[in-house]
């Protein structure tokens, strides 16, 4: 039986695989690890003790979990408890995520200002950090570029151009993922998120296929969620691409995720708390901006989503 030094052995889950987790450990948490010669880091293929399902506790990619009865040669091991989380993004499911880079092609799929902003909200809604990632920039010019570049920009966020056509990029990506513990690629199917991580780490190979001719979107090549380490301690995700992610938000709060509106509230305030932003009177919001209509129609979204059933 190993034990670690503060007899807690903590691992982080890699990926799930049927009922099974896949945990990494590090080897340095052990008393005593000069019995063999094998990498510092260890997997090992773990289930959950059943009094966590009771307590309707879930573990997901990206959590810490606390591990016993672990066998070292088989590479089996249990999981009795999670550590606190930092943050949990719901879809993709991922816990302790500390930024999201929103992969967005002009081109095959072309951009969608709506569905690039419903993943933008998903982001703020967990309150977790957002970058875009333009993905394809060989397919598109320099002035169609700057120009999304410049509506993003707007909109509140910065973005990074990329192609792994022309190895544009790269360099101050990976230093960003290595700075942050762990970023999510996410966005919609086909844009590109899994040859972005091929590229990064040359020793992958996952499975990517092109974009139907068709329908002209991503066939959801990508099925699961995992983590792949990038150096310096930190972690990449991959996650299935979604066309269109669900606006999860309280009414309130809601003019709260757009950078926008944070901006001018920074300034000023509305009359009532509790303004909307729509029609009322001492509403100091200046509407003249792109996503307003957008803001306006979510917000007709989410009111509609809390109204009680009124059928027979
Ligand atoms: N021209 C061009 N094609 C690219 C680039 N990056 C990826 N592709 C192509 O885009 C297609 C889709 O790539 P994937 O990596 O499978 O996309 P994904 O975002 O992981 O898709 P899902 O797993 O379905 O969510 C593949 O045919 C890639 O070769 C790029 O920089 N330029
Ligand atoms: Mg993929
Ligand atoms: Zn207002």
Same mark, same amino acid.
């Given at each position: 039986m190993i034990k670690n030094k503060s007899n807690r052995f903590k691992g982080l889950v890699i990926a799930l695989k049927a009922n099974f987790f896949i945990v990494e450990i590090d080897k340095q948490d052990l008393i005593d690890h000069s019995f063999d010669q094998s990498p510092q880091k260890i997997?090992?293929?773990? =289930?959950?003790?059943?009094?966590l399902d009771y307590q309707g506790i879930f573990?997901?990619?990206?959590?810490?979990?606390?591990?016993?009865?672990i066998d070292y040669k088989n590479k089996r091991a249990v999981i009795y408890d999670l550590q606190s989380r930092k943050s949990f993004l719901k879809r993709p499911a991922v816990a302790n995520v500390s930024l999201i880079a929103i992969c967005i092609s002009v081109e095959e799929p072309s951009f969608d200002s709506e569905q690039t902003s419903r993943f933008l909200i998903t982001?703020?809604?967990a309150n977790i950090k957002p970058i875009i990632i333009f993905t394809k920039t060989d397919l598109i010019n320099k002035k169609d570029l700057n120009f999304y570049i410049n509506k993003l920009k707007l909109w509140g966020y910065d973005s990074l151009p990329v192609s792994i056509k022309n190895a544009?990029?790269?360099d101050l990506l990976i230093e960003k993922f290595r700075q942050t513990?762990?970023?999510?690629?996410?966005?919609?199917?086909?844009?590109?998120? =899994?040859?972005?991580?091929n590229h990064l780490i040359p020793s992958l190979s996952l499975p990517t296929s092109s974009v139907s001719k068709k329908l002209r979107r991503g066939i959801h090549t990508t099925r699961h969620?995992?983590?792949?380490?990038?150096?310096?301690?930190s972690f990449l995700a991959d996650s299935p691409g979604f066309n269109r992610p669900e606006i999860i938000s309280d009414i309130s709060g809601f003019a709260n995720l757009f950078p926008e509106f944070r901006a001018q509230l920074i300034h000023a305030k509305c009359k009532f708390r509790n303004c909307m932003h729509r029609d009322e009177p001492g509403c100091v919001i200046n509407k003249d901006?792109?996503?307003?209509?957008f803001y306006r129609e979510s917000l007709d979204e989410i009111i509609n989503s809390h109204l009680p059933y009124q059928g027979d």
């Open positions: 997997r090992l293929l773990c =289930t959950r003790r059943r009094k573990i997901d990619v990206g959590d810490v979990v606390f591990l016993q009865d982001a703020e809604s544009q990029g790269f513990e762990l970023t999510v690629l996410a966005g919609p199917s086909g844009v590109g998120k =899994t040859s972005l991580i969620v995992e983590l792949f380490p990038i150096g310096n301690g901006f792109e996503r307003y209509s």
